[in-house]
């Protein structure tokens, strides 16, 4: 049995064409016919868009004329081929032009890249020559989990979520001041922002796979840009060890430890004897023990560092609080929102940085949101931030020399249909961009 609103509407159509007497319809066709030549259509369809498949059956004429000897038949074809001159007539263009499908990427598929940003492969030297400002690059590892794996297909669910981060219009008159700068979008700025894909690296050995991610950023750090000596580099996670080889290569380029700003639901400076360290030496590094690694060989500040968010249960709650702060690091939990609020929190990272030339990296554990807003990550904590406020402090620290930038632990096997935990990844890396440029 048809469903009753199609039965509704082929009533309402019978009901319109019998209210039409006969000589009426004919004149219509004819009208029709006459006004826009749809009689030398190939059929239907392509009356509508052209010749696209070709011809498939006889002009509409023959088909009134001989094959519908039916007049119910005759009178649908009457109806529903009349509001045809409704339509604006189509000019296509000849079969061999294609300047208007050049672009390979559009907001439905394509070769993804972040906000389709430009592309090229950052770690051959052939390109060496070639500038970069600001690079996004994947570091597709997870294998130093303590909990959920997942992460190695955190870079390309962030990429899919930034479809929609496209570039307006392009005219020689957005470099001006009430334009504002938009990453995405070469008339508004003078940087040369590049994704330069994944680095390759092995599930199958952690220690070569860091390796290569730290190879990575350094072959990306040896080029030079419009604007910045030395590029900025966000990295998509990946799980949170990741973070180390970043923090190495730019500490090596600056020549002396960075400022970190570090955004979790934990702390990641466990001594290795306390977690993972304690059963295997292969294990000593990992998603909870990189800072520690990164205070040991000096590639951040002996003082001054930010854990923001933090809420998870302590292995030792002495121990481990005394050796977070000899790594260098003071605490803003997540409940101290409800105390000095997001203004709050942007006042006390602002006023650590001694001055404002000094470089500042943030990384930005997923898991420092609620899981009602990311529950797609390894080692989610209740009682987190909203998507909002996180976004909000982030873009609160517009001003400061932000070097480098990641956003880890996203697993996208456990993410919502909505896939919201890479969406939200998505707006950081996008805040990234504009604290960037």
Not at 61 to 80: G, L, M, P, R, Y
Not at 253 to 273: E, L
């Amino acid at each position: 049995m048809l469903p009753l609103r199609i039965l509704f509407q082929i009533s309402l159509s019978l009901t319109l064409i019998g209210a039409i007497p006969a000589e009426q319809r004919v004149l219509t066709i004819s009208q029709h016919q006459n006004q826009n030549d749809y009689s030398h259509q190939s059929s239907f369809i392509d009356s509508l868009y052209g010749e696209i498949t070709g011809p498939t059956i006889k002009t509409f004429e023959e088909v009134i004329s001989v094959e519908n000897d039916n007049e119910w038949d005759k009178q649908f074809h009457a109806q529903h081929t009349s509001y045809l001159q409704l339509q604006s007539s189509l000019n296509l263009p000849s079969n061999d032009f294609v300047d208007d499908i050049l672009m390979d990427q559009n907001i439905f598929g394509g070769i993804l890249t972040f906000g389709h940003l430009e592309h090229f492969n950052c770690f051959n030297q052939e390109n060496i020559d070639k500038t970069i400002d600001i690079a996004i690059v994947g570091a597709p590892f997870d294998t130093g989990v303590s909990y959920r794996p997942g992460a190695r297909f955190g870079p390309e669910a962030i990429r899919s979520n930034a479809r929609r981060l496209m570039p307006g219009i392009q005219t020689k008159r957005n470099k001006n001041k009430r334009y504002p700068i938009d990453p995405y979008n070469p008339s508004t700025h003078n940087y040369s922002i590049v994704d330069c894909g994944d680095v390759s690296l092995t599930p199958f050995d952690n220690r070569l796979a860091l390796n290569q991610l730290y190879r990575g950023q350094r072959a990306i750090h040896k080029h030079s840009g419009k604007q910045n000596k030395i590029p900025k580099i966000i990295t998509l996670g990946g799980d949170h060890t990741i973070t180390l080889m970043p923090l190495k290569s730019i500490s090596e380029q600056y020549g002396k430890p960075i400022q970190v700003f570090h955004f979790d639901s934990h702390i990641d400076t466990w001594d290795p004897k306390i977690l993972g360290g304690g059963i295997t030496n292969y294990m000593s590094l990992n998603h909870g023990t990189f800072l520690h690694y990164a205070h040991e060989k000096g590639y951040i500040l002996e003082s001054g560092n930010y854990h923001v968010g933090l809420r998870s249960p302590l292995i030792d709650a002495v121990y481990d609080e005394d050796h977070d702060s000899e790594c260098g690091f003071n605490a803003i939990s997540a409940d101290d929102i409800d105390k000095i609020g997001v203004h709050g929190i942007i006042s006390k990272l602002k006023s650590a940085i001694k001055h404002k030339d000094d470089p500042v990296y943030i990384s930005v554990d997923i898991d420092v949101l609620d899981p009602a807003y990311a529950p797609a990550t390894g080692t989610m904590e209740v009682g987190g931030f909203t998507t909002r406020e996180l976004l909000a402090i982030l873009n609160g620290l517009k001003g400061i020399n932000l070097v480098g930038a990641d956003i880890v632990e996203v697993s996208p096997p456990y993410d919502t249909n909505s896939e919201i935990t890479s969406l939200a990844a998505t707006a950081v890396v996008d805040t990234f961009l504009k604290l960037m440029t």
